[in-house]
């Protein structure tokens, strides 16, 4: 070969790879640096950002950044931009792989075309594929209007990846930005959503639309802001001030899940002694049963580190949800919260924990349910919107979950709700109970008053009978006589007690009878 023909050879592979370096450093650039300083002026990262903050340092690997595009109408002809509005590919956080898309804002305002939905789908479909979790970061004004039906498609095509990724493969969604019309069904059909505090909102339909056909008037933020999403309509399972803080509570929250239906979630070893006591629990439970405690109190005081990943903090905060570690090992919490209705189950709570039952049972995490419910709140309200059913949500949750069961009963458990509360009745593995508490049908006091209504009106014999009650009724030990309870324990020794309860449990097998699926009072 002449020495010109090598030069020629040589000179054009740095060509190519220079254009390679060009494209890539055009898709990298997004919508450009007006639009990324107007994302930065908001108080927002952008979508690289974003990615680079959730994972570990140059873990990320991306595909798709050449996609782009085939929009012909409405001047899109030519208009595009390498990546079409998301970011997609995989990286590691703390070391286990993850599949992660961003939408990006300043491409088209991250919204959906058909050939941006196939990115998605395609990420979705290698999550699966390879059991590893798929996080979304979600920032997008809705379906690219100048595409039409397309992208209606494209919707549809993320959502059947939602519903068959379920139960597979953990799928988290974080709402960075906006989320408007059907485009919030993808983050609704995944495991967890969270959202970032004044600059995400989601809504079906936005303020316009409501005021044109409801006459109501309401903000974006009043509308589905994180507030809004967090407290009253249980959307989100949290919220966060800013994306960093999002992102980084995100890195923390991977590592309590599992990769995958298949595996547990992994260990974290832990210097927190297995033998702690706790002795603030021998008096925690007020002498007056009337009066509250703070559930939190017991949750922290038994967990690794005294470290409790509460979600839906500010929703139905009558039952507490979330993640603790004993001995290293990850744990869901279910638990009566005795400051918030004095923890009855209504419908909210009902719901609440009922799903995250689900998500534990389905990704084979360890439940603990720390049970102090005087019953199932009564009323018209909670009839009329259906208790029945939304408590049959739970009851049903705990019935059918395989997963390791611990129950520990504090105080009260008192008629259905002593049932639903993961008894020993719905396949609890290990049940106890502290020496102050009270399984019984109901309170001393409404039982006496039904039993004795004829003595109604002689107070003295009226407190006699509901002392007998309460002799009678108000303790663990006729539960711990008919095997109800597997033990009544001190409660200093709680934390040590639950940990060998669950170790013991690690190679538990249970299977349900075989079926397609059961039928979840929805
Ligand atoms: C194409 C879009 C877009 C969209 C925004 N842009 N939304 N382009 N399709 N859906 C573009 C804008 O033209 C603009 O382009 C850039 O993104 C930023 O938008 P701005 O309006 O300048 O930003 P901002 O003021 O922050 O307002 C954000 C917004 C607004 C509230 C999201 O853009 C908006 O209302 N967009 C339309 C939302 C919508 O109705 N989407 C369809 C919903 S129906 P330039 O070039 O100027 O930067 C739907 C159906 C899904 O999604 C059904 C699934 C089953």
Redesign the pocket.
């Known amino acids: 070969m002449a020495l010109w023909e090598v030069c020629v050879i040589k000179k054009s592979s740095r060509e190519i790879i220079l254009e390679l370096q060009s494209r890539r450093d055009k898709a990298r650039l997004g ?1 450009g640096k007006k ?1 990324i300083d107007k994302q930065h002026s908001l108080g927002k990262l952008t979508a690289r950002e974003r990615i680079i903050t959730l994972l570990d340092q140059e873990s990320f690997e991306e595909t798709d950044m050449f996609v782009v595009h085939r929009i012909r109408d409405f001047g899109m002809d030519g208009n595009t931009i390498p990546g079409d509005g998301v970011i997609t590919g995989s990286g590691k956080v703390n070391g286990r792989l993850i599949y992660v898309y961003a939408q990006d ?1 300043t491409v ?2 991250g ?1 959906l075309s058909s050939d941006h939905a196939k990115k998605i789908v395609k990420i979705m479909k290698l999550a699966i594929q390879n059991m590893a979790p798929i996080v979304g970061l979600n920032d997008s ?6 595409e039409g039906v397309e992208s ?1 498609g494209g ?2 095509d993320v959502f059947l990846q939602n519903a068959l990724a379920s139960g597979v493969i953990p799928q988290i969604s974080m709402i960075m930005g ?1 989320c ?4 919030v ?1 993808s983050p609704a059909m995944t495991d967890f959503t969270f959202m970032v505090k004044g600059t995400s909102y989601m809504f079906v339909t936005g303020p316009d639309v409501v005021k044109t056909v409801t006459s109501e008037e309401v903000t974006a933020e009043e509308l589905g802001g994180a507030e809004t999403h967090t407290t009253i309509s249980s959307v989100a399972d949290g919220a966060f001030n800013n994306d960093v803080e999002a992102l980084t509570v995100l890195r923390k929250f991977i590592t309590y899940i599992p990769s995958n239906n298949a595996e547990s979630a992994p260990l974290r070893k832990t210097e927190d002694s297995r033998k702690r006591i706790s002795l603030a629990l021998d008096t925690i439970i007020p002498e007056n049963p009337n009066l509250p405690y703070d559930m939190k109190e017991l949750i922290l005081s038994i967990a690794d580190q005294y470290d409790f990943f509460e979600l839906q903090e500010n929703y139905a905060k009558n039952i507490l949800i979330g993640f603790i570690r004993l001995d290293g090992q990850t744990i869901g919490v279910v638990a009566n919260q005795p400051m918030v209705l004095a923890g009855c189950l209504d419908i909210d709570s009902s719901r609440k924990a009922a799903r995250f039952v689900r998500f534990c049972d389905a990704f084979n995490i360890p439940i603990l349910t720390l049970v102090d419910v005087p019953g199932f709140m009564p009323g018209t309200m909670q009839e009329y919107g259906g208790i029945i059913k939304h408590g049959a949500k739970l009851l049903f949750a705990y019935a059918e979950a395989t997963t390791p069961k611990v129950t520990l009963i504090t105080r009260k458990a008192y008629g259905g709700a002593y049932d639903v509360m993961s008894s020993k009745h719905l396949r609890g593995d290990a049940n106890y109970a502290w020496p102050t508490a009270e399984i019984a049908v109901m309170g001393a006091k409404g039982a006496v008053e039904i039993l004795f209504r004829n003595e109604l009106d002689d107070p003295q014999k009226i407190e006699k009978r509901t002392l007998d009650y309460e002799e009678r009724f108000a303790n663990p030990f006729i539960a711990a006589e008919r095997g109800f309870l597997d033990d009544v324990i001190i409660p200093n020794n709680s934390r040590f007690r639950l940990i060998q309860a669950f170790s013991k449990l690690k190679n538990k097998t249970q299977s349900n009878p075989k079926k397609k699926f059961g039928n979840i009072p929805l």
């Open positions: 919508g639009r804002f088209f305002g919204s004004g809705g379906a690219r209007i100048q209606l919707y549809a906006p408007a019309g059907g485009a069904y």
